[in-house]
T-cell receptor, first 111, second 116 residues
Framework: DAKTTQPTSMDCAEGRAANLPCNHSTISGNEYVYWYRQIHSQGPQYIIHGLKNNETNEMASLIITEDRKSSTLILPHATLRDTAVYYCIVREHNAGNMLTFGGGTRLMVKP | DAGVTQSPTHLIKTRGQQVTLRCSPKSGHDTVSWYQQALGQGPQFIFQYYEEEERQRGNFPDRFSGHQFPNYSSELNVNALLLGDSALYLC???????????????FGEGSWLTVV
């Protein structure tokens, strides 16, 4: 079973920030938070990952709460091409390749 | 830098037949895993290969088998196809755990299998 809980769907206006929440209350000390997204009919795309500090890359920012029980993925200026299913996954960074996907959040970016 | 590549992109098979799907990992990666994604669901882990051996396996029957070659590429074989095997099959690659490089997992675009 997935160890994360995400809203089923969210809408966001084009050009605005999209904030996608994820709860992972049972995360252990050596588990990272990973975010992937899947645009319709394509393979999942890696976005970002973090352990306890906030992270930023060219795609997004990841904000992890101090107790690490939840996190938020931020797309600073959402575009129509960001419409996708976003998956939040917890795993040990140097563990095997078994990712457990939950239902994800279906983000719809609207003009 | 080539990412994870898979072939074929689409194929149609008849119930009871066998299918082989192929994957080349991202450049430098030595660990390959396979996932099945049914329509409307998240990907489900099938198994992982490292150093040409199956290292982890998800809850899939023995009809699903695989192989990893010395160049790290991999094949997924499914025997005695069922209608329920119709899905998107995803290959993912990473560095092996021992490499110490951290093993963020990258996915290919998948192979769409339709069983009729």
């Amino acid at each position: 079973d997935a160890k994360t809980t995400q809203p089923t769907s969210m809408d966001c206006a084009e050009g605005r920030a999209a904030n996608l929440p994820c709860n992972h209350s049972t995360i252990s000390g050596n588990e990272y938070v990973y975010w992937y997204r899947q645009i319709h009919s394509q393979g999942p795309q890696y976005i970002i990952h973090g352990l306890k500090n906030n992270e930023t890359n060219e795609m997004a920012s990841l904000i992890i709460t101090e107790d690490r029980k939840s996190s938020t993925l931020i797309l600073p200026h959402a575009t129509l091409r960001d419409t996708a299913v976003y998956y939040c996954i917890v795993r040990e960074h140097n563990a095997g390749n078994m990712l457990t996907f939950g239902g994800g959040t279906r983000l719809m970016v609207k003009p | 830098d080539a990412g994870v590549t898979q072939s074929p992109t689409h194929l149609i098979k008849t119930r009871g037949q066998q299918v082989t799907l192929r994957c080349s990992p991202k450049s430098g990666h030595d660990t390959v895993s396979w996932y099945q994604q049914a329509l409307g669901q998240g990907p489900q882990f099938i198994f992982q290969y490292y150093e040409e051996e199956e290292r982890q396996r998800g809850n899939f029957p023995d009809r699903f088998s695989g192989h990893q070659f010395p160049n790290y590429s991999s094949e997924l074989n499914v025997n005695a196809l069922l209608l329920g095997d119709s899905a998107l099959y995803l290959c993912a690659s990473s560095f092996g755990v021992i490499s110490g490089k951290g093993n963020t997992i990258y996915f290919g675009e998948g192979s769409w299998l339709t069983v009729v």
